[in-house]
Nanobody, 122 residues
Framework: VQLVESGGGLVQAGGSLRLSCVVS????????MGWFRQAPGKEREFVAA????????YYADPVKGRFTISRDSAKNTVYLQMNSLKPEDTAVYHC????????????????WGQGTLVTVSS
């Protein structure tokens, strides 16, 4: 099982980025998926999650209205579109496969990717 994130980079405040997470080695189409982020010196925090059939999407309050999670099962890929970025969005962003329970709890995920760094300058 392998999850590979990409799409991070340096962007000015107010800008946009789209992160991608390609999943291989598992039945992606049956997995709920999530995005988390970890800023330097801080704990990993929930960002967004999407159900396997895309009938529900969940967002952390700090990103509601700015970020959009989506998936393309044909490409085994989950995306995170990030708009109106703020310096406080600076972090390493990880995707992972949900195993059950509460979406915002990182302990309920497995098969974490290595992450992609997003840096937002003011």
């Amino acid at each position: 099982v392998q999850l590979v994130e990409s799409g991070g980079g340096l962007v000015q405040a107010g800008g946009s980025l789209r992160l991608s997470c390609v999943v291989s080695g598992r039945t992606f189409r049956h997995d709920d998926m999530g995005w988390f982020r970890q800023a330097p010196g801080k704990e990993r925090e929930f960002v967004a999650a999407i159900t396997w059939n895309d009938d529900n999407r969940y967002y952390a309050d700090p990103v509601k209205g700015r970020f959009t999670i989506s998936r393309d099962s044909a490409k085994n890929t989950v995306y995170l579109q990030m708009n109106s970025l703020k310096p406080e969005d600076t972090a390493v962003y990880h995707c992972a496969a949900f195993t059950g329970g509460r979406y915002y709890d990182s302990g309920n995920y497995e098969a974490w990717g290595q992450g992609t760094l997003v840096t937002v300058s003011s």
